[in-house]
């Protein structure tokens, strides 16, 4: 109890089991038993986690990519591959979402599940994010058109760290005007911690800027954070994206939530992407529910060179929508406290 309040205090534990002799100190002992213990936060806090020689072989391993991190912008090991975005009625690239890869010297591959988490520790992926913009641009410019006149676009995904900064709309515009890039042929793709009320009214200053140059915003990995249905107007969006494991399932009841999502969103006039398409089967049911438009293997892997033949698959007619006028964002509608 302090000042009449009730703290309830929990721990996250690390230990070191090692006799302590000649050939370890006790100062080596406890720095194992913190980085055990900085293993258990990262675990979710409130364990014990006991000391073993690959927590230690995984810090030095964290600790040399961080170093190599800081000259990847500028050392040729980036690289970025493109997975196509077909639309559902014709099986036409309608867009390729550009996604970063790492080769660091002496490390070969590196995973983005395990370099990008590192980089959002620090000020890197700012630098990362940077150059994915300027090449995705750089490369997409040269994209030709399809035999509607349309070239496809290209989608970058855009870290939250980006978003808040108060110079990123002016990143993005430098980067379409030295690449020649029309600005409606760029998606920034934005995860649903843009939902977070720590950050929403910068995000939303940063995207409300973006939003009259044309450049489109998608929220990807749309029902697995922080985002519902009813928050959809609060940000000028012009797509939802949604997550693959919604794709995936066999839970009947998944179709229709699916369903629900697709109908709501093209009620707040927002086009609906699905990603994790595997299988015909599955690309025709989605384009059944109305889906706009689909991503995954059945349609291509991500690959150094944007494959821009379209894809032939049997479609179904989709179920006609009413629209509203496109984006129902409203710099006066009142955020949700």
Same mark, same amino acid.
Not at 7 to 30: E, K, N, Q, W
Not at 116 to 140: F, K, M, N, V
Not at 181 to 209: C, G, K, M, Q, Y
Not at 231 to 240: D, M, S, V
């Given at each position: 109890?302090?000042? /009449?309040?009730? %703290?309830?205090?929990?721990?996250? %534990?690390?230990?070191?089991?090692?006799?302590?002799?000649?050939?370890?100190?006790?100062?080596?002992?406890?720095?194992?038993?913190?980085?055990?213990?900085?293993?258990?936060?990262?675990?979710?806090?409130? @364990?014990?986690?006991?000391?073993?020689?690959?927590?230690?072989?995984? $810090?030095?391993?964290?600790?040399?990519?961080?170093?190599?991190?800081?000259?990847?912008?500028?050392?040729? #090991?980036? @690289?970025?591959?493109?997975?196509?975005?077909? @639309?559902?009625?014709? &099986?036409?690239? *309608? =867009?390729?979402?550009?996604?970063?890869?790492?080769?660091? #010297?002496?490390?070969?591959?590196?995973?983005?599940?395990?370099?990008?988490?590192?980089?959002?520790?620090?000020?890197?992926?700012?630098?990362?994010?940077?150059? *994915?913009?300027? !090449?995705?641009?750089?490369?997409?410019?040269?994209?030709?058109?399809?035999?509607?006149?349309?070239?496809?676009?290209?989608?970058?995904?855009?870290?939250?760290? $980006? %978003?808040? @900064?108060?110079?990123?709309?002016?990143?993005?515009?430098?980067?379409?005007? *030295?690449?020649?890039?029309?600005?409606?042929?760029?998606?920034?793709?934005?995860?649903?911690?843009?939902?977070?009320?720590?950050?929403?009214?910068?995000?939303?200053?940063?995207?409300?800027?973006?939003?009259?140059?044309?450049?489109?915003?998608?929220?990807?990995?749309?029902?697995? /954070?922080?985002?519902?249905?009813?928050?959809?107007?609060?940000?000028?969006?012009? =797509?939802?994206?949604?997550?693959?494991?919604?794709?995936?399932?066999?839970?009947?009841?998944?179709?229709?939530?699916?369903?629900?999502?697709?109908?709501?969103?093209?009620?707040?006039?927002?086009?609906?992407?699905?990603?994790?398409?595997? #299988? =015909?089967?599955?690309?025709?049911?989605?384009?059944?529910?109305?889906?706009?438009?689909?991503? &995954?293997?059945?349609?291509?892997?991500?690959?150094?060179?944007? !494959?821009? =033949?379209?894809?032939?698959?049997?479609?179904?007619?989709?179920?006609?929508?009413?629209?509203?006028?496109?984006?129902?964002?409203?710099?006066?509608?009142?955020?949700?406290?």
């Amino acid at each position: 109890m302090i000042r /009449g309040r009730t %703290l309830r205090l929990g721990a996250s %534990l690390g230990v070191d089991l090692t006799r302590i002799d000649a050939d370890l100190s006790l100062p080596a002992a406890i720095s194992r038993a913190d980085l055990a213990a900085s293993e258990a936060k990262r675990l979710g806090r409130g @364990r014990v986690v006991v000391y073993q020689p690959q927590l230690y072989d995984q $810090q030095q391993r964290k600790l040399a990519l961080g170093v190599a991190l800081n000259t990847a912008h500028r050392d040729d #090991s980036l @690289r970025l591959n493109f997975q196509p975005v077909v @639309r559902a009625s014709d &099986g036409q690239p *309608a =867009a390729f979402e550009a996604l970063l890869r790492w080769q660091p #010297s002496g490390f070969g591959p590196v995973s983005p599940d395990e370099f990008i988490p590192l980089a959002e520790e620090s000020d890197h992926i700012l630098r990362l994010g940077d150059w *994915a913009l300027r !090449q995705a641009c750089l490369t997409a410019v040269n994209w030709p058109a399809d035999s509607t006149g349309q070239a496809p676009r290209v989608a970058v995904n855009t870290s939250i760290r $980006q %978003l808040v @900064r108060a110079d990123f709309a002016d990143s993005v515009a430098a980067a379409l005007a *030295a690449s020649g890039l029309p600005p409606a042929r760029l998606v920034l793709e934005v995860t649903e911690t843009v939902f977070d009320d720590n950050n929403l009214h910068r995000i939303r200053d940063t995207l409300a800027t973006l939003h009259p140059l044309g450049v489109e915003i998608h929220l990807d990995d749309f029902g697995t /954070g922080y985002s519902s249905l009813s928050r959809l107007c609060e940000l000028p969006l012009h =797509a939802i994206k949604i997550d693959k494991h919604f794709v995936l399932s066999t839970d009947p009841r998944v179709q229709a939530v699916i369903e629900g999502a697709v109908h709501i969103a093209h009620r707040f006039g927002l086009r609906v992407i699905a990603e994790g398409v595997e #299988s =015909a089967a599955s690309a025709s049911q989605l384009a059944q529910l109305g889906v706009d438009e689909l991503q &995954g293997y059945f349609f291509g892997r991500p690959q150094p060179h944007a !494959q821009l =033949a379209p894809v032939a698959w049997p479609t179904l007619p989709s179920p006609s929508a009413t629209p509203l006028p496109l984006g129902c964002f409203s710099p006066d509608l009142p955020l949700r406290g």
